[in-house]
Each structure stands twice: as C-alpha cells, then as structure tokens.
C-alpha cells in the first residue's frame, strides 16, 4: 500500500553552487508546513551569520544548516511512501 509522506527540505547557493538537503519526514502534512514555518522564521530573523567573516551558522532546529550570500531557503513537498513488506 502506498501513502504519501512530506519531506521538509533546506537550500541554499546557485547554480553550481546550489546546496540542498533533506531537514525531516512527516505523515502529517500539516506539521511539516508548520515545521517549515519554523525553520524559514529563524533564517529570516536571525543574524547569526555575517557574509564577511564567514562565520558558521548555527540553526537550533536544522544541524545540517548551509548558508551564503543568497541565504537559505525551506521547502516541503510530498512524495510517495510505500510501505508494504516483502519483495519489491
């Protein structure tokens, strides 16, 4: 049987520089927007990271956080989960 699940996903960078990465997997949909709610807020009001210093960025919710100058971005999207035992 088949479900769809939601994965919260981060980004950052350009073009060949583009940096993606998976943050977290939901059943429920409306956790993961909520979720990603709170992952976008923190980027946005944060300060943490200055462009100059390169100074690490640190995101209390997402460890494996990247950013640069083009700052980052959270997004979700749902994707087929199957969940049934046995051979494929």
Avoid: Q
């Avoid at 807020?41 to 990247?66: A, R």
């Amino acid at each position: 049987m088949s479900k769809k699940i939601t994965l919260v996903m981060g980004r950052t960078g350009e073009y060949s520089d583009r940096n993606e990465w998976f943050v977290r997997a939901f059943a429920d949909e409306a956790k993961a927007i909520e979720f990603c709610k709170e992952l976008n807020s923190y980027v946005i009001g944060s300060s943490d990271w200055d462009y100059d210093t390169k100074k690490e960025f640190e995101h209390p919710l997402d460890p494996k956080c990247k950013i640069d100058y083009t700052g980052t971005d959270y997004t979700v999207f749902d994707i087929d989960f199957d969940d049934s035992k046995g051979e494929a």
